[in-house]
């Protein structure tokens, strides 16, 4: 059994994955909340966010990129996606 990620592994994760440090420590939060750190969560829900296109891909000479929007439909489709997966 995999012990569950503290919030800092599961910002580098996802700072790794989107190729962002600055701005991402929120969405980490949020994900590391609702999955408690365990790491099948953790992807499961990174992956269903990036289905529904929720996630952008960070590219250093572009404008910022991270999660797609910040009002509260996004943050409703945020949670509506954690529920489908159990966390």
Request: charged fraction near 20%; glycine fraction near 8%; charge should be neutral.
């Amino acid at each position: 059994m995999l012990d569950p990620l503290s919030l800092a592994e599961v910002t580098e994760l996802i700072s790794d994955t989107l190729n962002n440090s600055e701005t991402i420590q929120p969405l980490a939060e949020l994900i590391w909340s609702k999955t408690g750190g365990n790491p099948f969560f953790v992807m499961q829900l990174l992956n269903a966010l990036d289905r529904e296109k929720l996630l952008k891909f960070y590219f250093p000479h572009l404008p910022y990129s991270g999660i797609k929007g910040s009002g509260s439909g996004t943050l409703r489709r945020f949670r509506v996606l954690a529920s489908q997966i159990g966390v």
